[in-house]
């Protein structure tokens, strides 16, 4: 059981401190406007001299000095009119209050309680606009950002969504497992992903759909063949051989067909996406532990400039729970930056803030001229 | 353990059904045209008229006679060019295979495997078109949608959205607990929401804030009050007042403060939320498990309407996991409709559909109109 | 939207019904005894020969008969003593109260509502004392129950426990990945696993440690070899050598190595893992969900008794939420029955259960040789 | 986006640091075997008196001087026979290699790359031989634990695993809500917990169960008087009344009845919690995001001894995801330990370990004792 010290208050900046100060509640349950605001870690008041710790710890109170000098800690509901509350911000012993974080929390607490420290959390704001700057940015300096998707990715509009990044010239390596290809391919033949509809319904005779179209592109040799010969028409891969933007598809024991490209053997497989990270300047992982993993295993955390310098590898992880993230980093992908969130409705935000970024750089001008390439 | 009959292969429809058909697989690893794509379930072929089970079962293969007469299941990829493959999609026996479906699945089933048939799935793609295009009926017609939030809504964008659809008439009542008015307040007393920036960060003296802003509010009297007297500036609960939305905010073990608005007693607050559960003709419930359980408790599953025909009451569900959706339904909220999502996103993207709706039914003025109203 | 028709009131089975009983309320918030208990489902109760629907509708509640022949839905608390409240348990109107579930939850429900209906919840009970029956029994007539785990069963206790069953002769082959042997081999060797010491601390050094697993046994030649020479000592994959247990361990990009044992290439692989799933009499599944899945996609549903006769292929599932068994009934794998738990909890509780299972077919003989057995 | 300084290579560390050593592969695809294992830090090699870093960067592999003195990282399957392979553990550059990790992970790194840092995590081994030794020792010193829970733990074996816990002294105080004891009673009446059976099925009729239940408790006046009328005959709160655990069952909601003995006012029942938490000296919170975060927030992160000195208060978190663990902690519980399990197995296995942790202490006489006083 982890014990600690109390503080030295004999040491200077305890010794030098001046009394906490004191202030009378305006009414019941209302408190004075700079009120301290309790933590649940050791506190120290100082009350002539002395620092004593208030009875009744908890955090989000008050701290009130009773009639006979005694300290407790209260709620603000409960402090009534014209009671002592301790007011003042500071946690150092500055104003007479410290908050013995460090014996808790360690350095890196930098002595001070904080909420929301935890790394990834669904609870945390997505910053989409930073996102879209970062893309748009790579765009414009030549970067090569790679794109590590999971059939999740397939399913309606996230499908169109991908395909339009493709298309605009955002994504310089698309590192894939034959699922993503097959349904793709399979809403490009017969409109359903996993014999599901657009809106999410069962088809009859769904099953197998996505072994028809596996076996089409087996017959015509490869998917890019399968283009040529018209029967993909539309979609991510499609849009891949059209805009000539390599993709690696990787085998796994899961995969139905598989389909021709996919490299089934796992080494060369992984040779086969080491040739795209090597070059990566930024990698946008959606919606697959095992893409996300494997590639956070060969991506170095950083990128060597061509002058010599080096700049944090953004790596941007996207996945419907907190785990995928924590266990990304666990295995070292510490630059990971979580967003949890479906991945349809992350690929859809983010193209409409990388319109809107690209609409402010043209001075207004991009919608318009998209919009009419659009039609 | 289960056990099973096999059909009785006497009865007519099996009696007079035709031998199956086989055609060659065109190239090594490509199955002809029609082949029947098997399933994981007991399968009967008839061969010259005796219905036989292939050997080696398994989904997503085909099925092959072999010379001495022997029917299996095949990969496609293991086939070989002029192998004889079964052809056909019927699995009812009328094309000579039979799929013994409801043995297995029941009569649920139709008699037809089908993949994902869960109720609730995060694979599964969002209509928020259809979800838009209720919302504004019910805006239209004069309904009561009512909106039941937790308070990641509170974070960053989703406050803005949310805000937005007070103002614009969609929201009859606001049904939540204390933390979403005291983030909410805090965010425009403070700029933070839980001491956290709207880009996620942690701010020094940041634990404090909702204290302060739940203080000034008590100071106040009520949000109201505060409101008028300019304490409150945004947000959403600023909205409600101004536009003179009911809310109920329901106390719990939580709560911090709480705000003088808050109902803290329980069975006062069911029955405040059921003031307006009983004319609810819509039901929105984001992230929230408490309240969204609370809410599907009271709720009926249907509306009457005044001519006294009955429809299913909408409800809708969004929440971060399966689960919550999955506990409503098995709580009884049968017509739950489940959105596995982050708050914020689904609150960006129903706006944005909701705004395309007014837009297609104001002949494309909508949007402009908005524009102009926005600045 | 949909909508629903009223019943047929005219049908005999309403026209002959009796009117439904009221008794009075014994006491404030009491209800008597026999009182109905409503759903959320629309409600008929005949009163005078007419069949109302009760105003205020909600599930929990109770049916109360006003002064002015008004039905209303009340909760229990809200009755005042002496009030009329509905009696009853049935719901087909034989008791002069009809549900009309069927229109809202089709045939399946049986006319009735219940709760908890989902097919896999962490709220469900699980039933270690059946599943240990199952395995005890498979060992007794020479099943072949395969066991597919990911690398979460090798930190800690599992290890020890999943040794256990293949060293007592439940396993008749373990299909993995390369991290499982990893790490096992990792523990063996260094103690570590991940170089995270049995209590969960990571160890200066660590990161490092698999990899000189790997690179010892590559040197070796195999695990088998490893074994031989003495590097290898315990656990789990020195476990299936000594008892002769076959393991087919498949390859995947995020493999590091890989072991020398490892097939990687996943065409090979899956030919491998097929050559134990024909066999299977049951399957356990536990912490992964690519190899459960793909086991899955080639495991019929059904075991062919050697009598011709067919059983359910006995399927668990076990996962840490319940979305990997969602997706594995969602791609067809229909039995599988799911345990939603911790997997090195999951190991040591199944392990006692079946010890305990021995222990009472063996008259209360099992432990105390087993213990000795341990020693 | 972030950048970093390369190291100041000419301070006395890295100028008087030696350069790396080199061994030749002992065959294609294995390594010596004091190889480096990399990291995907930026990483310096001293080389000829220069630092140098290696080409191709990626973690778990080792560094390749070449023919032409040019350094890369490749993977350990990727290395011939004979080929120079780094060798040493140390990465602060005595023995010539340098890991820069303080630029990208900061000083709590302590300079070193490790996994599984993440706090909170599935993948972590669960000690319940450290829990066990705590509870006793908490017990044999007159501590004050306190539990708080949600239903999940009335279900099935959990529920005689809980009543084990609080007869046997380990529960100073059982905090919970209302349908932890009216689940709790269902059983002891009905046999099912939310009409559901011990094994999980639903039962007809059984949706209304819970509500009779309460119907009971409602008519007997209070708990205490259900168990002395012998409505209620065994379970948790039987277990509390007649062994004079105090309870607190606070309201909210969601809560059906409530109970006589529910605080439905959320102020008034926060300040009943907190009569507890002010004496706790370890807690237990399981399976309620609620009531955990609401004691987490009236917890101090300490208990102050009767000397005075400081301890961290034991608090032990049980939930089926790490999120509400990581949520806990970020609303400020530091001190909250993680284990990611279901409810029912933590119990059991909890209960488990204190049996042997018993048995130890009594030299081995206490299961004999306890084994005849549970028949």
Redesign the interface.
């Known amino acids: ?6 503080p030295d208050f004999s040491a200077p900046r305890f010794a030098n401190a001046p009394d906490a100060r004191f202030e009378p509640a ?2 019941d ?3 004075p ?1 700079r ?1 301290f ?1 309790t ?4 506190t120290y008041v100082r009350v002539g001299g002395e620092w004593q ?1 208030p009875r ?5 109170s008050a701290v009130v000095l009773d009639a006979a000098g005694e300290l407790w800690v209260k ?3 409960r402090v009534r009119k014209g009671e002592r509350v301790a007011v003042g ?1 500071a946690e150092d012993g500055s104003e007479g209050i410290y908050v013995h974080a460090s ?6 607490a930098e002595g ?8 990834v ?7 989409y606009a ?1 996102m879209a700057r ?1 893309l748009v940015e790579e765009r414009e300096r030549g970067g090569y950002p790679i794109w590590v998707t999971g059939p ?1 990715l397939v ?3 996230a499908r169109a969504d991908m395909t339009w990044f493709v298309e605009n010239g955002f994504v310089a390596a698309l590192l894939a497992g034959n699922a993503v290809a097959v349904h793709d391919i399979e809403a490009s033949i017969y409109g359903t992903t ?3 509809t ?3 319904e ?7 759909l ?3 179209a ?2 089409k592109v ?2 015509a040799g490869s998917i890019a063949r399968a283009v040529e010969q018209g029967i993909i028409t539309d979609g991510i891969m499609h849009a891949c051989v059209t805009h000539e933007v390599p993709f690696v598809l ?9 389909l021709p490209d ?1 490299v ?4 060369a ?2 040779d086969a ?2 040739r795209h ?2 070059k990566a300047t930024m990698a946008i992982l959606i919606a697959t ?3 996300a ?2 590639t956070g ?6 990128v ?1 400039e061509p002058d ?5 590898l ?1 790596t941007i992880c996207v996945d ?4 995928v993230v ?2 990304l ?7 990971a930056f979580g967003v ?3 991945a ?3 690929m ?2 983010l193209r ?1 803030y990388v319109e809107r970024e690209l609409d402010a750089r043209a001075g207004g001008g991009f919608r318009a001229e998209a919009a009419a390439a659009a039609r």
Chains 1, 2, 3, 4 share one sequence.
């Open positions: 059981m982890t014990t600690f010290s109390h305006p009414a349950g209302v408190l406007e009120f605001s933590t649940n870690l050791p710790m009744e710890p908890r955090m989000d709620e603000g509901r911000h014996a808790f929390l360690g350095d890196a001070e309680f904080k909420f929301m420290t935890s790394e959390s669904r609870e945390k704001p997505i910053d930073l970062i999740a399913h309606s509009r996993l014999g599901m657009g809106s999410g069962a088809t009859s005779g769904g099953h197998g996505h072994m028809r596996i076996n087996r017959a990787t085998g796994s024991i899961r995969d139905d067909g598989p996919v089934t053997d796992a080494v497989a992984q996406m080491k990270t090597t532990a095992l893409h993993i494997a295993n060969m991506l170095p955390a950083f060597t010599g310098s080096l700049r944090e953004a419907s729970s907190e785990f924590s266990k980093k666990d295995r070292g992908t510490h630059q949890v969130t479906n349809q409705d992350f859809h935000i409409l």
